[in-house]
Nanobody, 120 residues
Framework: QVQLVESGGGLVQAGGSLRLSCAVS??????MGWFRQAPGKEREFVAA???????DYADSVKGRFTCSRDNAKNTMYLQMNSLKPEDTAVYYC????????????????WGQGTQVTVSS
């Protein structure tokens, strides 16, 4: 049974950093991604990683966030630096069986989400 469990969210001041983790059990996936959803807004793409090599980032986080994977632990990470109040949202990790990467929320499995709050 596939399960994705996020951790690492919390409250941080603007300019601070957080690292989110997404532990995957059940199997490995070629493509994984991070999405976020702020109150009253639609879920939006944040970052994606294909195996451990190719990464893609939304323009709003490029240069501040880094997505990585540890195959030995079957875990994906999102290092978030220079956080801004507009980064406040629930962050979700997702896994995709297809070998084709995507920014659309066409992922097969989702975690439960972790809250990130950035105070000004």
């Amino acid at each position: 049974q596939v399960q994705l469990v996020e951790s690492g969210g919390g409250l941080v001041q603007a300019g601070g950093s957080l690292r989110l983790s997404c532990a995957v059990s059940g199997r490995t996936f070629p493509n994984m991604g991070w999405f976020r959803q702020a109150p009253g807004k639609e879920r939006e793409f944040v970052a994606a990683i294909q195996w451990t090599i190719n990464t893609d980032y939304a323009d709003s986080v490029k240069g501040r966030f880094t997505c990585s994977r540890d195959n030995a632990k079957n875990t994906m990470y999102l290092q978030m630096n220079s956080l801004k109040p507009e980064d406040t949202a629930v962050y979700y990790c997702a896994a995709r069986r297809s070998i084709t990467p995507t920014r659309a929320p066409n992922y097969d499995y989702w975690g439960q989400g972790t809250q990130v709050t950035v105070s000004s």
